[in-house]
């Protein structure tokens, strides 16, 4: 089974930040990779598929790169709304997550 | 516009099994997309339990393969999750989700506002 790791466990951030975050794969996933934003009590939210497609609504400030293993969230200016938890996903395996908060 | 509404019991004794439905509004449930459930214990990540394809196919999480069985009822534009001999470990908000297979194939990009379960005597 393929094995998802996200690094930090936890961001400080301050508002106008760039803030990245990391994904990896255990074995490589071509770009078949998936972040996703989650707020307290909120079903998480699609931001970007094959690990750099930005879902249609979501702001230019989030982007992603990578493939094969290891792969990268950025958000550009990390506005007020940005702090939350992200996850990566590859088909059935979610990463543990990445929340991000006030520094 | 496809929307997904989660339903079913939110308490659930233990080795009973645990029942939800969810109801699509917006699209035919038959059409070209990919249903599934995530769910997420009180505090913790995100764990997916299993999809069903509009073919008919459905795929699993291995750790819970020998309890879980998705279905699709056409009839009603909904789709299930049965989770059977449920323990305590089975408390978590349970999430419907959807993917559009040929724009996101890999990716869940509609959710269901989720549905707290929780099992105990």
């Known amino acids: 089974d393929i094995q998802m790791t996200q690094s930090p466990s936890t961001l400080s951030a301050s508002v106008g930040d760039r803030v990245t975050i990391t994904c990896r794969a255990s074995?490589?996933?071509?770009?078949?990779l998936a972040w996703y934003q989650q707020k307290p009590g909120k079903a998480p939210k699609l931001l970007i598929y094959?690990?750099?497609s930005l879902e249609s609504g979501v702001p230019s400030r989030f982007s992603g790169s990578g493939s094969g293993t290891e792969f990268t969230l950025t958000i550009s200016s990390l506005q007020p709304d940005d702090f939350a938890t992200y996850y990566c996903?590859?088909?059935?395996?979610f990463g543990p997550g990445t929340k991000v908060d006030i520094k | 516009q496809v929307q997904l509404q989660e339903s079913g019991p939110g308490l659930v004794k233990p080795s009973e099994t645990l029942s939800l439905t969810c109801a699509v509004s917006?699209?035919?449930?038959?059409?070209?997309?990919?249903w599934g459930w995530i769910r997420q214990p009180p505090g913790k990540g995100l764990e997916w339990i299993g999809s069903?394809?509009?073919?008919?196919?459905?795929y699993y999480n291995p750790s819970l393969k020998s309890r879980v069985t998705i279905s699709v009822d056409t009839s009603k534009n909904q789709f299930s999750l049965k989770l059977s001999s449920v323990t305590a470990a089975d408390t978590a908000v349970y999430y419907c989700?959807?993917?559009?297979?040929?724009?996101?194939?890999?990716?869940?990009?509609?959710w269901g506002q989720g549905t707290m379960v929780t099992v105990s005597s």
């Open positions: 094959k690990a750099s």
């Open positions: 996903q590859h088909q059935g395996t």
């Open positions: 917006g699209y035919s449930i038959s059409s070209g997309y990919y």
């Open positions: 069903i394809y509009h073919s008919g196919s459905t």
């Open positions: 074995q490589s996933i071509s770009s078949w």
């Open positions: 989700a959807s993917g559009e297979l040929e724009r996101v194939p890999d990716a869940f990009d509609i």
